[in-house]
């Protein structure tokens, strides 16, 4: 028996009004847009060669990167060849790319220009 009831209502009905319908967040599903962000910074590390096709797939997709050359940085030929191909890449999508010292180089996508001046 319901302590409080509405003037008219009968105690067995006072229960079914405030029942409330719980959702499962499990069987919801959310709209994709919000769990992927627009550009990623990402760190990836180049050893050889062959580390460039992962590169370049970054690269269209516009991530922003930041390579660590320091495996191969003693290598001139190595290091002049992926430059060739990383600048080659990233003029095909319209980004821009700098070397942060000797064996870091920094990518970005179209529309996020990199400063080259140093601020002291």
Do not use: H, W
């Not at 009004?17 to 990402?42: C, H, M, S, T, W």
């Not at 070397?99 to 220009?113: D, E, F, M, W």
């Amino acid at each position: 028996m319901a302590l409080f009831t509405k003037k008219g209502q009968k105690s067995s009905d006072a229960g079914k009004e405030g029942l409330r319908k719980f959702i499962d967040l499990n069987d919801y599903k959310f709209p994709a847009e919000q769990a992927e962000a627009r550009n990623v910074v990402r760190v990836a590390e180049i050893g050889e060669l062959d580390d460039l096709r992962k590169v370049n797939d970054l690269i269209y997709n516009n991530n922003i990167l930041i390579l660590d050359c320091s495996a191969i940085v003693n290598d001139e030929f190595s290091m002049s060849r992926i430059k060739e191909e990383l600048k080659r890449a990233v003029s095909d999508v319209n980004g821009d790319i700098a070397a942060i010292n000797r064996s870091y180089l920094l990518v970005t996508p179209p529309g996020i220009p990199i400063d080259r001046r140093k601020v002291k």
